[in-house]
């Protein structure tokens, strides 16, 4: 088995396992209940998998360990975040409820006139190049949502507005536009204009919920199982969690490129009614790019943490912009250090920003 086939079974088919495997059963400390769709990341960043509908990650160590990776995180916005060494990984887990999380239901001012309503939010993104720290960014930004309920995600009248954010790149980085958008075959690095109105399950129509026992649903696409749901007491969807892969057949040719690779969303809601909207988003996209016979392992992650409270209006922040500049950072205060204390980033992350180049700030 050659390095580069180990390097895409890694990163580009995470939840692929071979023999050798071990179970590590992962609960809740207070209610000792299994964590259902717990993220787990490897020390540098790099998404490796989620635990199943049982709370159980299957853990491959020579696989992980081929593939360079050290640690392993136990990542979920609810918990404490634990690191282990792949050696000491025990088989049995007790996580924290994250006390700095707000748990406190939906908070909603008076509705006036409005048609719209206000939330705010942190988000950060990174993008892996072979498991290398190329690009960075984070910041503050205030989203613009209707209380109509509508069915199209992209006509929705969702704005946003960035007060703060900071960007950092790898000196052998050099984009063409400064300006964020998509990128091409679907990066997200920094996709972070918009956020959803409805739900994976209401917007894609084409997946299908198997029956929901005991709050869970597995999610189909055309027959095939791409992800789960978790259902309150009235079958509202809270935490959709959904993967897709392209490969072999299904890779995209373009040229002399070849790309293969994986995605992974994973949405959770909260409030009711027409309060309702997402308080934690997540985006992982991995791709490995074949060119001349060389494989390029690339990797973006992006989450969006979004505040209970809802304010009334439209409400823009003084002096914010309605895009980011990928080659400057645009901020008066460092925002980032308490919401890096309540969200930590992976241990490699964190070490790699000191590597890269913070842009100019260029806030007036």
Do not use: C
């Amino acid at each position: 088995m050659n390095k580069n086939f180990l390097k895409f079974v890694l990163l580009v088919a995470p939840m692929f396992m071979v023999a050798q495997k071990s179970n590590v059963l992962f609960l809740d400390q207070q209610s000792e209940e299994p964590i259902i769709g717990l993220q787990i990341f490897s020390e540098n960043g790099s998404f490796v998998a989620n635990t199943n509908s049982k709370g159980v990650f299957e853990l491959d160590i020579k696989m992980l360990q081929q593939g360079g990776v050290k640690s392993i995180i136990a990542y979920n916005t609810d918990y404490v975040s634990l690191e282990f060494k792949l050696n000491e990984v025990p088989s049995l887990v007790y996580l924290k409820r994250n006390e700095m999380i707000q748990l406190d239901p939906v908070t909603v001012s008076a509705r006036k006139l409005s048609k719209y309503f206000t939330v705010k939010a942190y988000f950060r993104s990174w993008k892996l190049e072979n498991g290398k720290l190329i690009r960075y960014g984070d910041g503050l930004v205030s989203y613009r949502l209707p209380y109509a309920d509508v069915r199209d995600n992209y006509s929705t009248g969702v704005k946003s507005n960035f007060s703060a954010y900071r960007t950092f790149n790898a000196d052998a980085v050099k984009q063409k536009s400064r300006i964020i958008r998509i990128e091409f075959l679907g990066d997200d690095y920094l996709n972070v204009s918009r956020i959803p109105k409805n739900d994976l399950l209401k917007s894609r129509l084409y997946y299908e919920v198997d029956s929901i026992k005991d709050g869970y649903g597995a999610i189909y696409n055309e027959g095939k199982r791409i992800g789960f749901a978790n259902f309150d007491e009235n079958n509202v969807a809270q935490e959709i969690n959904v993967h897709r892969a392209f490969e072999g057949e299904d890779s995209e040719k373009i040229v002399f490129w070849e790309i293969s690779g994986k995605s992974t969303m994973i949405e959770k809601w909260t409030g009711v009614g027409e309060a309702r909207h997402p308080n934690y988003l997540f985006n992982n996209y991995k791709k490995a790019v074949k060119a001349k016979d060389k494989f390029s392992y690339i990797e973006t992650v992006t989450e969006i943490f979004i505040d209970d409270a809802i304010i009334d209006g439209d409400q823009r922040p003084e002096n914010s912009k309605k895009d980011i500049d990928g080659d400057r950072s645009f901020y008066t205060t460092n925002y980032w250090e308490e919401l890096l204390m309540k969200y930590p980033l992976p241990s490699e992350i964190t070490s790699q920003l000191i590597e890269v180049n913070e842009n100019k700030n260029i806030y007036k």
